[in-house]
């Protein structure tokens, strides 16, 4: 005869129906991991993500204005074409990890911000700064991982130009009532495995040499990937939503 799983003679969690290491308590649903990146091929995703971008096409994304998409595929990665435009995701999303990998170019041109500078904007609206920042100074808040002009990355974990660097980034959107903020968003980033935040509090949406605000918005929205002008290369993008398992 099986043993019994848990407790039912426990204590009741506050705030749950469940007792201490309750044995009826359902189980985390079972997700096949995927595999780490290399330098010269991109890793497997999770069973359960949803791909953006696989390397193949850009039938997934689409300029800002919803014309088509007209950066370059090749290779397994996309690379920005200068004037181009900003691209975005056809997926919507709000809560999620979200997995980018980016390189900036092998040949160092400029310095500060007009070296390998891109973006990866979170709902359209929410800059995790990508630059060249190896060996390259700028402004603290608008380097390599930095939540651009609010809070610089607690270290810079950039690779040499010329090689991929990994961003997992997971993501808390802000919560509105009507035109009113309930809750600011959140967000972690860790950058090829260095924790650059910590669910760390957004002071509103992002932007260049202002401060601002949160402006009401939808619970989605797409990813955006910004022209800056630099041939950055994009590569193995996806998401898996943050939602939790049902426990009623």
């Not at 200068?82 to 160092?108: A, M, N, W």
């Not at 911000?113 to 929410?126: D, P, T």
């Not at 955006?224 to 993008?237: A, E, K």
Request: negative net charge; hydrophobic residues 30%.
């Amino acid at each position: 005869m099986a043993q019994p799983i848990g407790y039912d003679d426990t204590p009741i969690l506050p705030g749950t129906n469940w007792h201490v290491h309750d044995g009826n308590r359902p189980q985390p649903p079972l997700v096949t991991p995927g595999e780490f990146s290399t330098q010269q091929a991109p890793g497997a995703p999770p069973a359960d993500a949803v791909i953006l971008f696989d390397g193949t096409d850009l039938s997934g994304w689409e300029r800002r204005d919803g014309g088509e998409a007209g950066w370059k595929v090749e290779d397994g990665y996309m690379e920005v074409v200068p004037g181009t435009g900003y691209i975005r995701s056809k997926q919507q999303f709000g809560d999620c990890h979200l997995h980018v990998e980016f390189r900036c170019p092998d040949e160092i041109k400029g310095e500060s911000q007009g070296r390998g500078n891109s973006g990866v904007f979170l709902m359209g609206q929410y800059e995790i700064q990508v630059l060249d920042g190896h060996d390259n100074p700028t402004y603290a808040d608008g380097t390599t991982g930095a939540i651009y002009g609010q809070y610089p990355p607690l270290a810079n974990a950039c690779r040499k130009p010329g090689e991929w660097n990994v961003y997992d980034i997971i993501w808390e959107a802000p919560r509105f009532e009507g035109d009113d903020l309930a809750r600011p968003a959140y967000v972690t980033v860790i950058l090829n495995g260095i924790v650059l935040h910590h669910h760390r509090e957004l002071r509103g949406v992002t932007s260049h040499k202002v401060v601002t605000e949160y402006e009401p918005h939808g619970s989605v929205g797409p990813l955006d990937l910004q022209d800056h002008g630099d041939l950055v290369r994009f590569r193995n993008i996806w998401y898996r939503p943050l939602v939790g398992y049902d426990e009623t």
